[in-house]
């Protein structure tokens, strides 16, 4: 996974990164089922490997599919990068081993999840119950954003059709171009 | 197009069943792997494929705008006011056990609702988007 | 043995480099796009890794299972990558407006193009 990320900045070919994106997303998908984590891993192989992809060509058959040049200025970046990934692995050193059932994260409502989802809901999928009923706020502010999203793309290039035929004319073609 | 006959009859043998699976996903989350974020996807990648090998205008008439854009709507739109419900029927917002009887029935009944709510608002919002960007002049 | 318990942490924050790397270091917009993408599914595999306990099993209940995962960071993920999705296209968008009204979709150029005007 790590080996696909570092091709991905490599590669100046857009169409090349794309389909690459879509296989590092597929990787975190096989991942998290590794984890545990079946829902969320459904989710990622559906939306990052395919809506994702899809949204991405889309953009670069509207735009270009190539790179102009790689980056000049390489050691700025890569110093400032390297410099916050010390700092944070420095800050990993407190943090709890993986697996360890005593860490904090499962002592706080985790329990009262697992313990009360069968006699509350009646359901078998904890992850359902909990994103549907015990976090019910969180779930409804996550479709307001998707809804505004959705919104926000159509307001940004949904209606570009009628408006530049239009204005064509009088523009010439330096809005276009 | 005619080179094409392949992908043609390959994708109209795979929609329905794509369908078919979105709407388990849908209604089997509460008990297995799945739920409304997953089958909105499935359901607009459905869509998607249709558009993909059909080309885009055959895919519009099949899912006009208007129709994307009320799915979008009426799922968030669903999930209010299923919270707006509770608060009716006496509970507070979003509390489903007060939807039936039996509490837990009303949690089930809240939850199948709130999923279906999820599920056309993402299924709308991903058909939108996608549509929207086929759409685009070159 | 303290160091191997860590390792989950150190893959996150690798692929989060690599991410913040891109969207620094590239001009192109659609590259950052991908990059921010990158650095968004290295927070994911951290809350993951972190929800894991170890023995456990997916919180799925059943009938003879004691351990199961701490299913709270799925639901957050879960919900995440949707919206993480939802938020690209929007991003996407706007490079097409971008390209639109420039006709470039590096950012040095389009920044050339702001100097001369």
């Given at each position: 996974?790590?080996?696909?990320?570092?091709?991905?900045?490599?590669?100046?070919?857009?169409?090349?990164?794309?389909?690459?994106?879509?296989?590092f997303?597929?990787?975190?998908a096989?991942?998290?089922?590794?984890?545990?984590?079946v829902?969320?891993?459904?989710?990622?192989a559906?939306?990052?490997?395919?809506?994702?992809?899809?949204l991405?060509?889309g953009?670069?058959?509207?735009?270009?599919?190539?790179?102009?040049?790689?980056?000049?200025?390489?050691l700025?970046?890569?110093?400032l990068?390297?410099?916050?990934?010390?700092?944070?692995?420095?800050?990993?050193?407190d943090?709890p081993?993986y697996g360890?059932?005593?860490?904090?994260?499962?002592?706080?409502?985790?329990?009262?999840y697992l313990?009360?989802?069968?006699?509350?809901?009646?359901?078998?999928?904890?992850?359902?119950?909990v994103?549907?009923?015990?976090?019910?706020?969180?779930?409804?502010?996550?479709?307001?954003?998707?809804?505004?999203?959705?919104?926000?793309?159509l307001?940004?290039?949904?209606?570009?059709?009628?408006?530049?035929?239009?204005?064509?004319?009088?523009?010439?073609?330096?809005a276009?171009? | 197009?005619?080179?094409k006959?392949?992908l043609?009859?390959?994708?109209?043998?795979?929609?329905?069943?794509?369908?078919?699976?979105?709407?388990?996903?849908?209604?089997?989350?509460?008990?297995?792997?799945?739920?409304?974020?997953?089958?909105?996807?499935i359901?607009?990648?459905?869509?998607?494929?249709?558009?993909?090998?059909?080309?885009?205008?055959?895919?519009?008439?099949?899912?006009?705008?208007?129709?994307?854009?009320?799915?979008?709507s009426?799922?968030?739109?669903?999930?209010?006011?299923?919270?707006v419900?509770?608060?009716?029927?006496?509970g507070?917002?979003?509390?489903?056990?007060?939807?039936?009887?039996?509490?837990v029935?009303?949690?089930?009944?809240g939850?199948t609702l709130?999923?279906?709510?999820?599920?056309?608002?993402?299924?709308g919002?991903?058909?939108?988007?996608?549509?929207?960007?086929?759409?685009?002049?070159? | 043995?303290?160091?191997?318990?860590?390792?989950?942490?150190?893959?996150t924050?690798?692929?989060?480099?690599v991410?913040?790397?891109?969207?620094?270091?590239?001009?192109?917009?659609?590259?950052?796009?991908?990059?921010?993408?990158?650095f968004?599914?290295?927070?994911?595999?951290?809350?993951?890794?972190?929800?894991?306990v170890?023995?456990g099993?997916?919180?799925?209940?059943?009938?003879?299972?004691?351990i199961?995962?701490?299913?709270?960071?799925?639901?957050?993920?879960?919900?995440?990558?949707?919206?993480?999705?939802?938020?690209?296209a929007?991003?996407?968008?706007l490079?097409v407006?971008?390209?639109n009204?420039?006709g470039?979709?590096?950012?040095?150029?389009?920044e050339?193009?702001?100097?001369?005007?």
């Amino acid at each position: 996974m790590a080996v696909t990320a570092l091709a991905l900045v490599r590669l100046r070919n857009l169409f090349a990164v794309v389909m690459l994106a879509g296989m590092f997303s597929l990787l975190a998908a096989v991942l998290y089922v590794v984890l545990d984590a079946v829902d969320v891993a459904f989710t990622e192989a559906a939306v990052g490997a395919g809506i994702t992809t899809v949204l991405m060509l889309g953009t670069l058959a509207l735009t270009t599919s190539e790179e102009k040049a790689a980056p000049r200025k390489i050691l700025a970046p890569l110093l400032l990068v390297v410099a916050t990934g010390a700092v944070l692995i420095y800050g990993t050193m407190d943090m709890p081993r993986y697996g360890d059932p005593n860490a904090p994260i499962h002592r706080h409502v985790a329990p009262y999840y697992l313990e009360r989802t069968g006699p509350d809901t009646g359901l078998p999928n904890v992850v359902t119950a909990v994103l549907a009923s015990y976090r019910g706020y969180d779930t409804l502010g996550e479709v307001a954003v998707i809804f505004t999203a959705a919104v926000g793309v159509l307001i940004l290039i949904g209606r570009s059709r009628r408006p530049r035929k239009k204005r064509q004319p009088a523009d010439k073609k330096k809005a276009a171009q | 197009m005619i080179f094409k006959a392949v992908l043609r009859v390959v994708s109209k043998l795979l929609i329905p069943p794509i369908m078919l699976f979105a709407l388990y996903v849908q209604f089997h989350g509460d008990f297995g792997p799945g739920g409304g974020f997953q089958a909105g996807v499935i359901f607009a990648s459905a869509f998607i494929l249709y558009a993909l090998i059909f080309g885009i205008d055959n895919a519009r008439k099949v899912a006009p705008a208007w129709a994307t854009r009320t799915l979008l709507s009426l799922g968030l739109l669903l999930y209010a006011s299923v919270g707006v419900a509770g608060i009716l029927l006496g509970g507070n917002f979003l509390d489903y056990s007060v939807l039936a009887e039996d509490p837990v029935i009303g949690q089930h009944l809240g939850i199948t609702l709130i999923e279906f709510g999820v599920g056309a608002t993402v299924s709308g919002a991903m058909i939108t988007i996608f549509f929207i960007f086929a759409h685009q002049d070159r | 043995m303290e160091f191997p318990g860590l390792y989950n942490y150190w893959i996150t924050i690798v692929l989060m480099m690599v991410g913040f790397y891109i969207v620094i270091a590239h001009d192109n917009l659609i590259k950052k796009v991908v990059g921010l993408n990158i650095f968004q599914v290295s927070v994911f595999v951290f809350y993951i890794s972190m929800a894991k306990v170890r023995g456990g099993t997916a919180p799925i209940l059943d009938a003879g299972i004691e351990i199961y995962s701490n299913p709270l960071p799925h639901v957050l993920i879960l919900t995440a990558i949707v919206v993480g999705v939802a938020t690209t296209a929007l991003a996407l968008a706007l490079v097409v407006r971008i390209r639109n009204a420039y006709g470039t979709i590096e950012d040095d150029e389009i920044e050339g193009q702001e100097d001369d005007a």
